[in-house]
């Protein structure tokens, strides 16, 4: 079985500073990955998504994430962070091929410091 | 296009009541869901379809049922809301297997 792991329960930055949201995954093969984010009291809106090829992606409101299959990661970057970047964040890992659903980390709660 | 919309929004039961929760999809899925997110424990399914007439126990499946009653929508029942039960509610659909998931805006439940 899959699983998710966000070592970050909450993150601090500075409005401006880059940010790292590092997610690590269990699963045997290369799964799909996905970050979404979740702003109060919203719904999950999806940032990127991995399912093969080029491992750095890129994708809205100028967050990338880089696959790393040796370190079995997905961390979540940004050079520079905005105000409206506050927010949780999660990690999702999925099996391809498979209908049943997809695995979620716990999250990192992420504060902006004007 | 609506996306995945649910209602309602926000709802407050006594222990015992019994309720249904309402999901739609305009996006022609095939796979829905409905997952509850509690504090610091991330998303967890309680059931899916993966398709119109099928029905999936999830992580989380006891004190609900679900019923995929065409291929827009997907509701959950709760015969007997417990406090336990007391949660924020999304459903979700995707195209097909394992692709992205699209959420709806969420139902935020009490129960007393």
């Known amino acids: 079985a899959q699983s998710v792991t966000q070592p970050d329960i909450h993150i601090t930055v500075s409005e401006g500073a880059s940010l790292e949201l590092r997610c690590n995954y269990s699963?045997?093969?290369?799964?799909?990955l996905f970050w979404y984010v979740q702003s109060p009291g919203q719904g999950l809106q999806l940032l990127l998504k991995?399912?093969?090829?080029?491992?750095l992606v890129q994708g809205i409101k100028g967050f990338e994430a880089e696959f790393k299959r040796s370190q079995s990661s997905f961390n979540l970057r940004k050079p520079s962070v905005h105000w409206s970047d506050a927010a949780e964040y999660f990690c999702?890992?999925?099996?391809?091929?498979?209908?049943?659903?997809?695995?979620f980390g716990s999250g990192t709660q992420l504060t902006v410091l004007p | 296009n609506a996306g995945v919309t649910q209602t309602p929004k926000f709802q407050v039961l006594k222990t015992g009541q019994s309720m249904t929760l309402q999901c739609a999809q305009d996006?022609?899925?095939?796979?829905m869901y409905w997952y509850r997110q509690d504090p610091g424990m991330g998303l967890r399914l309680i059931y899916y379809?993966?398709?119109?007439?099928?029905?999936d126990k999830g992580e989380v499946p006891n004190g609900y049922n679900v019923s995929r009653l065409n291929k827009r929508e997907f509701s959950l029942r709760l015969e007997s809301a417990a406090p336990s039960q007391t949660s924020v509610y999304f459903c979700?659909?995707?195209?097909?297997?394992?692709?992205?998931?699209?959420f709806g805006p969420g139902t935020r439940l009490t129960v007393t």
């Open positions: 999702a890992v999925g099996a391809p091929g498979s209908a049943r659903q997809l695995t």
């Open positions: 699963y045997g093969a290369t799964p799909y």
């Open positions: 991995y399912f093969s090829g080029d491992t």
């Open positions: 996006m022609n899925h095939n796979s």
């Open positions: 379809s993966a398709s119109e007439g099928t029905t």
């Open positions: 979700a659909s995707n195209p097909g297997t394992a692709r992205e998931q699209y």
